[in-house]
């Protein structure tokens, strides 16, 4: 039996994950290296960073916590202060475990939505519905993506059009 605001539901949020994506990618294809490294401070994070935590939160909350796959999440060292990969590398591993969690997510069965799951745990967030635990992953993307996008404007020293072009 078909659930039609089960499906709407999945298929947004792959939709809403990939359009972050494709913001973030217009924002990482401005960024150098060094750019992409830069903290203003040590209490802050950089580019690089957010994209590794998005790519260990978002491989330990769906791959894990939906797919099943081992937790390997070393959450401490995606906010390492020296760089551990390349920028080139951290985009990738990030669009790589995006991809794969889109097709989970936009392959997983209506029925499984009020499945109880454990997506962190070793963190603060613990047992909750798969409906839950995807609203939280897109939102969670959402937010670092409109920090990347603030960072890459400041870097640049531009707008950044990513929606409708502003008026100047």
Known sequence: MRDPVAETFLSFSVRRMQMSERDLNR???RLTEEQAWRRGAEHENSVGNLL???EGNLRQWVLHGIA????VRVRDEE??????VTFAEARAHFHATLSECCVVIG???PARLLEIID??????????PILEAIYQIVGHLQLHTGQVILLTKQMCGTDLDLSLPRKR
């Not at 099943?68 to 937790?71: H, I, N, Y």
């Open 27 to 29: 924002c990482l294809d």
């Open 52 to 54: 590794l935590h998005l």
């Open 68 to 71: 099943g796959q081992p937790d």
């Open 79 to 84: 906010f390492s202060l020296a760089p551990t």
């Open 107 to 109: 392959e997983l069965a």
């Open 119 to 128: 997506p962190q745990p070793t963190g603060t967030w613990r047992s909750m």
